[in-house]
């Protein structure tokens, strides 16, 4: 199984008869609330020409409104000369001159926006508005982001299961040996592990955490006839077989179970004309707890 190359991981395999004993420092589950602030600083861009930035425009503002380089300097903290080279390079990687200078009069000249100037300026503090905006809203979000920043790089994760999916851990079941975690992989859907209490201490997994839960395709049993079946697996997930993938010696199996989840398992030739499995047909994929694998990203 290959794992993120820029993130530690930590993978345990579930196993239900694990004899280890519990740890007697066990700490109490808890969540933790992180908020983190989003911000931006918006530039404009014109194929190789880059007319300025945030600074560089409220230089530009404060010139057209003052008319007077040495002003707006002042007022947006350059100095002269940088508010002057400033000024020099906008207009050069501009496709139209940004500013334009009158000389002589009373009051030996001034320095305002041209037309083009002043649509382009508006451009820059309309969108750096909508901008704004949509960084508030993001922040209002933001708590518990950086669990949404694991979730990314556990999708990008590439392991040898067949079966992989990402959740929360909703409930957290101890027991003298063996604990059982309860992770939801939808709104609907959840899947129960059986790993060692030894191993949940390890991995300090705690109710909220986001963690990947991996099944071998080997290990899901099909059933065609839930209700004359009984069975002892502690997941038993309902669907539809949605694709089947003969091979040389084996078919896999997909099945729909909805929610956008899907699971894989392999199936003997004999077995799927036994069963008379097609395209369509509701099965029942089981798997016992002890069966799955939970990993989290350190």
């Not at 920043?149 to 999916?165: G, R, Y």
């Not at 395709?217 to 669907?239: C, E, F, P, V």
């Amino acid at each position: 199984m290959t794992l993120p190359s820029k993130e530690k991981s930590s993978l345990v395999k579930t196993n239900a008869n694990d004899s280890k004993p519990k740890h007697s420092d066990a700490k109490p589950l808890k969540t933790v609330s992180t908020i983190i602030h989003l911000s931006a600083s918006t530039a404009l861009q014109q194929g190789q020409m880059s007319p300025g930035r945030s600074k560089q425009w409220a230089l530009i503002k404060a010139v057209d409104s003052t008319g007077s380089i040495t002003q707006a300097a002042k007022s947006v903290g350059m100095s002269y000369k940088a508010a002057w080279d400033n000024i020099e390079k906008m207009n050069m990687q501009s496709v139209q001159p940004l500013l334009t200078r009158s000389k002589g009069g009373k009051g030996g000249g001034s320095t305002h926006l041209t037309p083009y100037g002043t649509k382009l300026l508006k451009r820059y503090e309309d969108l750096n508005h909508y901008v704004n905006r949509y960084l508030d809203l993001l922040n209002q979000y933001s708590t518990n982001l950086e669990t949404d920043i694991d979730l990314i790089h556990l999708l990008n994760m590439k392991t040898s299961a067949s079966n992989q999916f990402s959740g929360k851990i909703t409930l957290i079941k101890t027991g003298k040996v063996n604990d059982e975690i309860t992770v939801a992989i939808s709104s609907n859907t959840s899947i129960v592990a059986s790993v060692s209490s030894h191993s949940r201490l390890d991995m300090q997994l705690a109710l909220g955490d986001i963690v990947f839960v991996l099944i071998q395709a080997s290990a899901i049993i099909l059933i065609t006839d839930i209700k004359k079946s009984q069975l002892s697996a502690r997941n038993q997930m309902a669907g539809i077989i949605s694709v089947l993938k003969p091979g040389a010696v084996n078919v896999e199996v997909v099945i729909d179970c909805g929610d956008g989840q899907t699971l894989v398992t392999m199936v003997t030739d004999q077995s799927v004309a036994d069963m008379k499995l097609k395209k369509g047909v509701p099965v029942v994929a089981a798997f016992k707890a002890g069966h799955v694998m939970l990993g989290k990203l350190a």
